[in-house]
């Protein structure tokens, strides 16, 4: 059984940083990949940021290019998200996901196509 489990959310001040850690277990197979989707209050969820297992490749969502950084130890079997300068905009539900297979931007687009999904991590920016 595959699970993740988010941690670190809180609040953060506008302009502040944050790091999400996401510990794993249960994946099977070496060619997966790890990330982040979040969902703020009537919103539609939205990809982030997802790290690939083996090559260590990595996508982001324009929205947060340049600002997040995504990470993975896997000795540790944890996915961290740094998060920089963080803006009012990036207030929402933080949800770790996996899936296996190779990683495209594609993915961050298609949050359906992720069968694993952590219980979520709220994140709340102050102004």
């Known amino acids: 059984e595959v699970q993740l489990v988010e941690s670190g959310g809180g609040l953060v001040q506008t302009g502040g940083s944050l790091r999400l850690s996401c510990a794993w277990s249960?994946?099977?197979?070496?060619?997966?990949?790890i990330g982040w989707f979040r969902q703020a209050p009537g919103k539609e969820r939205e990809g982030v940021a997802s790290?690939?297992?083996?090559?260590?490749?990595?996508v982001y969502a324009d929205s947060v290019k340049g600002r997040f950084i995504i990470s993975r130890d896997s000795t540790a079997n944890t996915v961290y998200l740094q998060m920089n300068d963080v803006k009012p905009e990036d207030a929402a539900v933080y949800y770790c996901v996996a899936e296996y297979g190779p990683l495209s931007r594609w993915n961050l687009e298609n949050p359906a196509e992720y069968d694993y999904w952590g219980q979520g991590t709220l994140v709340t920016v102050s102004s």
């Open positions: 249960g994946l099977a197979f070496e060619d997966y990949h």
């Open positions: 790290i690939h297992s083996q090559k260590g490749d990595t």
